[in-house]
């Protein structure tokens, strides 16, 4: 069994299968019918894309790519706790999804140089798919943050709780100190954090949006940073910090929001276990 | 005595000019560009297919189909149909019998070989109407019926169409 491949691969299909899970949950639900259609096709996409990596995971494994994505309990998961979080109003669901394929396409140029075959394969391939997908979620993010107070207003208070918890997309993840050795990863988790920061950071301000924005962000990555990847282990009731929940994904820590959306995305696949439809 | 003669590997590229894909049923998996090589041993055929979108359920079907063309030519044995990535399949593989094809169905051929073109408002703006031939078109969405596909209006004759998106 290679962990450090494993961690690797299941960090990056579980944030697409989650967050294209959710993406979907607009099919049928979107303020106009060219969004219905956008977010279905983009969730379609994320969802493919989980698929390639989870086939990846597979033929390591020598086992079934359906049984990785859907055959899991929930604790097995590894992707970021954003990526589970309901899409609440539109404003949020722009701001993540902003967020989020800002934070893809970083760690997907790093990873277009793996030193793993089929990883810098995928990678390449979904990089020029997920173009289309940053270029969807920039004309929003612009056509809102310069657009009328409500909506600008909304966009920043989902952006000012959103980012903090992207920030743990670039989580340290298990055996990644394995994984930069042997090049599977070719750059550090820490750097990707950085260079996603500032340029997240440099796009908010570009739009004229207020700091606020980026400051719990930064405290958010000071947080990350110290913590090393030993995360969060269990709340004693007391208040998290800022967004305090949202760190440990990639060790397995789940926040609420998982459990309802797990039995759904699940259950066609419980019912029948490895039935071919 | 019969024997068997182990078929050339034109007769696997003949085979397989006759698997389309079945959501652009008038353009071959050959012409899209898909298949990356064919290898004949004498008792393997080995083809490997380029998925186009890596989210296209589609995939699944064409390489069923290409297994079924394959072994259906005379003298064919074992045959393995793999998918592969590498490299990654782009739209400028698509030849140009394929692109002349998927204006004839009724899709605009990619222009360009995508994100370099790609404009600020998300799509080139140089979509072809394959109705009229018009270049007075607008991007309407990025995203359409299916991964692959993006929606424009053109202006000359009226009619929304749609793109094979550029990637």
Same mark, same amino acid.
């Given at each position: 069994?290679?962990?450090?491949?494993?961690?690797?691969?299941?960090?990056?299909?579980?944030? +697409?299968?989650?967050?294209?899970h959710?993406?979907?949950?607009?099919?049928?639900?979107?303020?106009?019918? +060219?969004?219905?259609?956008a977010?279905?096709?983009?969730?379609?996409?994320?969802?493919?894309?989980?698929?390639?990596?989870?086939?990846?995971?597979?033929?390591?494994?020598?086992?079934?790519p359906?049984?990785?994505?859907?055959?899991?309990?929930?604790?097995?998961?590894?992707?970021?706790?954003?990526?589970?979080?309901?899409?609440?109003?539109? !404003?949020?669901?722009?701001?993540?999804?902003?967020?989020?394929?800002?934070?893809?396409?970083?760690?997907?140029?790093?990873?277009?140089?793996?030193?793993?075959? !089929?990883?810098?394969? *995928?990678?390449? $391939?979904?990089?020029?798919?997920?173009?289309y997908?940053?270029?969807?979620?920039?004309?929003?993010?612009?056509?809102?943050?310069?657009?009328? *107070?409500?909506?600008?207003?909304?966009?920043i208070?989902?952006?000012?709780?959103?980012?903090?918890?992207?920030?743990?997309?670039?989580?340290?993840l298990?055996?990644?100190?394995?994984?930069?050795?042997?090049?599977?990863?070719?750059?550090?988790?820490?750097?990707l954090? $950085?260079?996603?920061?500032?340029?997240?950071?440099?796009?908010?301000? +570009?739009?004229?949006?207020?700091?606020?924005?980026?400051?719990?962000?930064?405290?958010?990555?000071?947080?990350?940073?110290?913590?090393?990847?030993?995360?969060?282990?269990?709340?004693?009731?007391?208040?998290?910090?800022?967004?305090?929940?949202?760190?440990?994904?990639?060790?397995?820590?789940?926040?609420?929001?998982?459990?309802?959306?797990?039995?759904?995305?699940?259950?066609?696949?419980?019912?029948?276990?490895?039935?071919?439809? | 005595?019969?024997?068997?003669?182990?078929?050339?590997?034109? &007769? #696997?590229?003949? @085979?397989?000019?006759? #698997?389309?894909?079945?959501? /652009?049923?008038?353009?071959?998996?050959?012409?899209?560009?898909?298949?990356?090589?064919?290898?004949?041993?004498?008792?393997?055929?080995?083809?490997?297919?380029?998925?186009?979108?890596?989210?296209?359920?589609?995939?699944?079907? /064409? &390489?069923?189909?290409?297994?079924?063309?394959?072994? @259906?030519?005379?003298? @064919?044995r074992?045959?393995?149909?793999?998918?592969?990535?590498?490299?990654?399949?782009?739209?400028?593989?698509?030849?140009?019998?394929?692109?002349?094809?998927?204006k004839?169905?009724?899709? @605009?051929?990619?222009?360009?070989?995508?994100?370099?073109?790609?404009?600020?408002?998300?799509?080139?703006?140089?979509?072809?109407?394959?109705?009229?031939?018009?270049?007075?078109? #607008?991007?309407?969405?990025?995203?359409?019926?299916?991964?692959?596909?993006?929606?424009?209006?053109?202006?000359?004759?009226?009619?929304?169409?749609e &793109?094979?998106?550029?990637?």
């Amino acid at each position: 069994m290679d962990d450090a491949l494993r961690a690797l691969l299941l960090a990056a299909a579980d944030d +697409e299968l989650v967050i294209g899970h959710r993406h979907s949950e607009w099919t049928g639900h979107a303020p106009h019918i +060219e969004e219905d259609v956008a977010f279905s096709s983009i969730a379609q996409d994320e969802i493919g894309h989980a698929a390639a990596l989870y086939g990846l995971v597979a033929e390591m494994e020598g086992s079934d790519p359906d049984a990785i994505a859907l055959g899991r309990k929930p604790e097995d998961y590894r992707h970021a706790i954003l990526c589970e979080r309901p899409n609440r109003d539109w !404003g949020y669901t722009l701001a993540r999804h902003w967020l989020y394929d800002t934070a893809e396409d970083v760690r997907l140029e790093a990873l277009s140089e793996s030193s793993h075959d !089929g990883l810098r394969a *995928v990678a390449t $391939k979904l990089r020029r798919e997920e173009r289309y997908h940053l270029l969807h979620a920039d004309m929003w993010i612009e056509r809102v943050a310069r657009g009328p *107070v409500d909506g600008r207003t909304r966009l920043i208070d989902s952006l000012t709780h959103a980012f903090p918890e992207a920030i743990a997309l670039f989580e340290p993840l298990e055996s990644e100190h394995e994984a930069l050795e042997r090049g599977l990863l070719p750059v550090p988790s820490d750097e990707l954090r $950085k260079r996603y920061v500032e340029r997240a950071a440099r796009a908010l301000d +570009e739009l004229g949006l207020p700091t606020e924005v980026g400051a719990g962000a930064d405290a958010a990555a000071e947080f990350i940073a110290s913590s090393s990847g030993d995360l969060i282990e269990s709340d004693d009731g007391a208040d998290p910090e800022p967004a305090g929940r949202a760190f440990g994904g990639r060790s397995g820590n789940r926040s609420e929001d998982f459990q309802p959306l797990w039995e759904e995305m699940t259950a066609t696949y419980r019912e029948n276990p490895g039935a071919s439809w | 005595m019969v024997t068997r003669v182990a078929p050339d590997e034109a &007769q #696997v590229w003949e @085979a397989l000019r006759g #698997v389309m894909d079945p959501e /652009i049923p008038a353009v071959s998996v050959v012409d899209m560009g898909m298949i990356r090589d064919v290898r004949v041993d004498p008792d393997r055929i080995a083809v490997t297919v380029l998925p186009t979108f890596s989210g296209c359920p589609a995939v699944a079907e /064409i &390489q069923d189909d290409v297994r079924r063309a394959v072994e @259906a030519v005379p003298g @064919a044995r074992e045959v393995e149909v793999r998918l592969s990535f590498d490299p990654p399949w782009t739209t400028d593989r698509i030849t140009e019998e394929g692109r002349r094809r998927l204006k004839e169905f009724g899709l @605009a051929p990619p222009t360009g070989t995508g994100p370099v073109l790609v404009t600020s408002i998300g799509l080139p703006a140089a979509a072809r109407c394959p109705f009229c031939d018009s270049a007075d078109t #607008v991007a309407e969405s990025p995203f359409g019926p299916t991964p692959c596909r993006a929606v424009y209006y053109c202006k000359s004759c009226r009619n929304p169409f749609e &793109q094979f998106k550029p990637v």
